[in-house]
């Protein structure tokens, strides 16, 4: 499956639920097993999060950037940098970022899905997310 920007994103944004500017962020990992769908919109629907050594559920943190408009392409790029996890023994096909409340998982607003392409793992090693391609808001 390919990268997606979840359409509830897109109202959050709008409504002033999700502020790029201020609000914290975290990406999970996910499993080959996780289905995205646009229409997820909170944490809780995220199934299939990974498990292993030196990883906590609910993932790392994670800083999001808004680009600049692309009127060529009518879109506007979002890019982020996420932390890594050390010592780390895990498999991950993806990473979901979202909206960091500090709470229950049903609070925290999803922002997009990175597919990673192919399962990428780690044994006891460093598992670094590195992505050259940003997601991309669409009309």
């Not at 002033?16 to 962020?25: K, L, P, R, V």
């Not at 498999?91 to 607003?109: F, L, M, Q």
Request: a negative charge; glycine letters at 8%; aromatic letters at 8%.
């Amino acid at each position: 499956m390919a990268s997606i920007i979840y359409n509830s994103c897109i109202r959050d944004a709008l409504v002033g639920n999700i502020n790029f500017s201020t609000d914290s962020f975290k990406m999970l990992l996910v499993t080959s097993a996780y289905a995205a769908s646009k229409a997820h919109a909170k944490r809780n629907q995220i199934t299939d999060e990974v498990t292993g050594s030196g990883y906590s559920t609910g993932g790392t943190v994670c800083d999001v950037n808004v680009e600049a408009v692309d009127n060529v392409n009518n879109d506007v790029e979002i890019s982020f940098t996420i932390d890594s996890w050390l010592n780390a023994t895990i498999t991950a096909r993806g990473g979901v970022i979202y909206k960091a409340r500090g709470g229950a998982s049903s609070a925290d607003e999803l922002v997009g899905y990175v597919d990673f392409g192919s399962n990428i793992s780690s044994t006891n090693g460093t598992f670094a997310v590195t992505v050259t391609t940003p997601l991309k808001f669409q009309n």
